[in-house]
């Protein structure tokens, strides 16, 4: 559908063009925006109207439009065109009716009474009405109030209409002797100035309730629409107007201020001053915002295409400049630094390359990031905490605290450090040395495999163990002496039927206790014992290869002089030359062992319930340095 400009008002004009629209003109041609960006930046002069498009300002470009403008140019937003309705669908109007109440020119303030005055009415539905009458007579003033419903503004007769509701001050005259100052009020100049008998009769406070209501008539359908403004107060001394109706002529204000100002313009014009013609014409018809506009886009053009080219051209070569010089310190800093990242990621800008420079500052960022969590994870291992670091006290003390660890590391400190000299003793031994170690520790490991298969029946162990233990004090007692009577009881061992057989081991107790002397002493052990005499062992063994380096000129003296070879040498002897006592815990009489003092009966070995403390004497009757057993024999006589 074709859009008309001559249907449309000034803002319909700038929507359509910044949606996209095609306007035909007088004389069949046709005017659009084609390009989007100049439908936008229209858009965005239309959207900031107050600020950058006001025809009362200049039109000098102002701080932040030109960022304000790119930025709508990189993001535009969608316009959506007014609705046109077609010519035949256009309303015209004509004023039927004006009703006014107090408004000056037409009303006195109020009646001698104080009473409200009478409503003003005028019946104008015929086809035209003629107004004549002597000057004061009332013409401007109903002209003003037509005026001051429809725009808020009146017209005045030594010049251009105006707001009629900014107050102005009477003042009320006092009497010629008097030396009080006047009084005053203030009152819009559209409200009766009331006499000062009707300021009497109304309290003296003058009224403030003035409105107008205009009807129209539509030449098309014939409806009907009022229109209404009123005069309220807003506070003691503020006024304001509130207009009810308008939205339904369907017409803008620049439609109604030309309508309805024209005739108070034109009178107040001297046609033989073009300022004033000029002014009046462009105001009326819209063209003097556009004016405006376009010596505020000649600036714009001036600025986008001319100055702010060159003025980023020179700032680009600067910071390319200063980029260069940074690259180089930064080149510098890191050559002469120790143990500081590479950054030769970071190059100097290039317009082939542009994405090259932001690409290496990136990668520098990360690698700086990870160089700063470990050089933060460091100081936390040497210092125990990192604080942070807020102002120039912490930073001294951190800069302390880094001092006092350094000279921890230097090589004097680490010299001195035990942990250090045991490095560098260690560092002495030979491969020899090594492989004698790793023997140790591997004849150790199979002795442990066997003894935990052992032990892992714990009914056999125990029996094994103790055979073992008697077997140790019968040699203890008795050195180079075989087995040919029971250590116990005495009974021989060999004669067959005297002593049964051992079922659990299922063999005889002859052959158990031989078989405990030839045994590995490690095999005879509980587990808490045999760990115990594997470390001081194991310590033993070691340091008899310690002496063997100490021989060969290293350090560290002669295994003979170790205390732990003394201390176990000491336990030995004290373990082997304890002797027991012969006495009996239970019923039964004293004994001594002797041969020929046998006990009648097999000989029975058994588990005892009973348990001894570590390290508790053995007491009568109890094998020295045994496992809590007890040995009966035939009779139940304890051991």
């Not at 105001?283 to 915002?289: A, D, K, S």
């Amino acid at each position: 559908m074709a859009i008309n400009i001559a249907d449309l008002t000034l803002d319909e004009v700038v929507q359509h063009l910044a949606a996209g629209d095609v306007l035909h003109v007088s004389g069949g041609s046709e005017f659009s925006l084609p390009l989007e960006d100049s439908r936008t930046l229209l858009a965005f002069y239309n959207q900031h109207r107050h600020a950058y498009w006001n025809p009362d300002k200049n039109t000098n470009i102002l701080d932040g439009e030109i960022d304000r403008l790119l930025d709508a140019l990189d993001k535009p937003s969608k316009v959506i065109a007014p609705a046109t309705p077609p010519a035949s669908q256009r309303q015209r109007w004509q004023l039927v009716a004006i009703t006014a109440h107090r408004f000056r020119g037409l009303h006195r303030h109020c009646d001698d009474n104080g009473a409200d005055p009478k409503l003003f009415t005028l019946d104008l539905s015929r086809h035209a009405t003629l107004f004549r009458g002597f000057n004061g007579a009332g013409k401007t003033s109903l002209i003003s109030a037509v005026c001051w419903c429809l725009t808020g503004y009146g017209h005045r007769s030594q010049g251009l209409p105006s707001p009629l509701h900014t107050p102005i001050t009477v003042q009320i005259a006092s009497d010629e002797d008097s030396d009080d100052p006047n009084a005053s009020f203030e009152l819009p100049p559209i409200v009766p100035i009331p006499t000062e008998k009707e300021l009497l009769a109304v309290g003296g406070q003058p009224r403030v309730d003035t409105w107008v209501r205009l009807k129209f008539r539509s030449l098309v359908d014939g409806t009907e629409v009022e229109v209404e403004r009123r005069l309220e107060r807003d506070g003691k001394k503020a006024f304001r107007t509130t207009a009810m109706g308008l939205d339904k002529l369907g017409l803008s204000e620049l439609a109604l201020q030309v309508g309805t100002l024209m005739p108070g313009i034109a009178a107040a014009t001297r046609f033989d001053d073009k300022t004033t013609l000029s002014q009046a014409v462009s105001t009326l018809t819209g063209l003097r915002p556009l004016a405006h506009f376009g010596n505020r886009s000649g600036r714009l053009h001036e600025r986008l295409t001319g100055k702010y080219p060159k003025q980023a051209t020179e700032d680009k070569e600067r910071c390319e400049g200063d980029a260069a010089k940074q690259v180089t310190t930064l080149t510098d800093l890191l050559k002469d630094g120790e143990g500081l990242p590479d950054l030769s990621c970071v190059t100097v800008p290039k317009d082939t390359a542009p994405a090259e420079w932001k690409d290496g500052l990136k990668r520098a960022e990360e690698i700086l990031k990870a160089a700063e969590d470990q050089a933060a994870a460091d100081a936390r291992l040497i210092l125990g905490t990192l604080t942070p670091l807020t102002n120039d006290n912490e930073i001294k003390r951190f800069d302390g605290a880094i001092k006092a660890a350094e000279n921890c590391f230097s090589y004097a400190a680490l010299k001195g450090l035990p942990s250090m000299q045991l490095a560098q003793r260690l560092g002495e031994l030979s491969e020899q040395d090594l492989r004698d170690a790793e023997t140790v520790l591997l004849d150790i490991e199979r002795e442990a495999a066997t003894l935990v298969v052992q032990l892992s029946h714990a009914d056999r162990a125990d029996r094994v163990r103790l055979y073992g233990l008697v077997a140790r004090w019968h040699d203890a007692t008795h050195p180079d002496h075989p087995f040919v009577a029971c250590p116990v009881c005495e009974r021989d061992l060999l004669q067959p039927g005297a002593i049964p057989t051992d079922a659990l081991l299922d063999k005889s107790v002859a052959q158990a206790l031989e078989d405990a002397r030839k045994a590995d002493a490690a095999m005879l052990k509980t587990a808490a014992e045999w760990e115990r005499d594997t470390k001081m062992g194991l310590r033993d063994r070691l340091c008899k290869i310690h002496g063997q380096v100490a021989a060969r000129g290293g350090r560290g003296g002669s295994p003979e002089d170790h205390p732990g070879i003394e201390a176990r040498r000491a336990s030995q002897h004290a373990y082997l030359c304890r002797r027991p006592v012969g006495r009996t815990r239970g019923r039964g009489s004293a004994h001594d062992n002797r041969p020929g003092d046998r006990a009648p009966g097999p000989c029975v070995i058994r588990r005892r319930v009973a348990i001894y403390p570590e390290g508790a004497d053995a007491g009568p009757g109890r094998l020295p340095g045994s496992d809590p057993h007890r040995i009966c024999n035939g009779r139940g006589e304890e051991w």
